[in-house]
């Protein structure tokens, strides 16, 4: 999978992430402009986290958190009170 990007609904801003390695088991990737990671977490399942590794973004319920690769379903931010609504996409090269 060359990449994932997230996409802001409340006004299409774009998130890029590439590929950055695998933890814990599966694929990792890292945003393109800032310490912030997709990953799989064991106790949270996928979720986006800073380079404090705190969380701050995860899908909505009904994606499913086991799938190998991040769900592609609404994901919900949050972050110094803020939140917003993201739709996940895959990227094909």
């Given at each position: 999978m060359p990449g994932i990007e997230f996409v802001r609904?409340?006004?299409g801003l774009v998130y890029h992430?590439?590929?950055d390695?695998?933890?814990n088991g599966r694929p990792s990737f890292k945003r393109t402009d800032l310490d912030v990671w997709c990953?799989?977490?064991?106790?949270r399942g996928w979720c986006t986290v800073g380079a404090?590794?705190?969380?701050?973004s995860a899908p909505l319920p009904?994606?499913?958190?086991?799938?190998p690769f991040p769900p592609l379903c609404p994901w919900r931010s949050w972050k110094?009170?803020?939140?917003?609504?993201?739709?996940?996409?895959?990227v094909v090269a």
């Amino acid at each position: 999978m060359p990449g994932i990007e997230f996409v802001r609904r409340l006004d299409g801003l774009v998130y890029h992430f590439v590929p950055d390695g695998t933890f814990n088991g599966r694929p990792s990737f890292k945003r393109t402009d800032l310490d912030v990671w997709c990953r799989w977490l064991p106790e949270r399942g996928w979720c986006t986290v800073g380079a404090d590794g705190v969380p701050n973004s995860a899908p909505l319920p009904g994606g499913t958190a086991g799938e190998p690769f991040p769900p592609l379903c609404p994901w919900r931010s949050w972050k110094a009170g803020k939140s917003y609504l993201y739709d996940l996409r895959h990227v094909v090269a």
